[in-house]
């Protein structure tokens, strides 16, 4: 499945920091970065936009609830709960939920404050 037009801005969505770490004293040549987990919820009808790049910074995410559209490379994949995907470096994307319930994600990255 494809779209064609642009995703609008965010809307519907809330994110709850969970727990950061300071990189810098744990890694060598980390400074200035973080781990972070972050809890998101997209409502119904919500979207995670616009397009947006992982480029320095690299993540994963576990999908806890609900159903998660990601749009990339012209392709939308849906993710259900217990499933997760990657973002890299290559990653172009935007998110949004098409469901009738709350899509909840744990996302956790390494992050520039």
Known sequence: ???????????????????????GPEIEGMAGRELRM???TIDPGGVLGPVHDHADRPGVVYV???TITDHR??????????VGWPEDAT???WLENTGTTPAIEISVDIFRP
């Open 1 to 23: 499945m494809t779209r064609e037009q642009e995703p609008p801005e965010t809307r519907g969505v809330t994110v709850q920091h969970l727990v950061a770490v300071d990189l």
């Open 38 to 40: 972050r809890m998101v």
């Open 64 to 66: 806890l609830q609900g």
């Open 73 to 82: 490379d012209g392709i939308a994949r849906e993710y259900g709960p217990g």
């Open 91 to 93: 990653t172009l994307h």
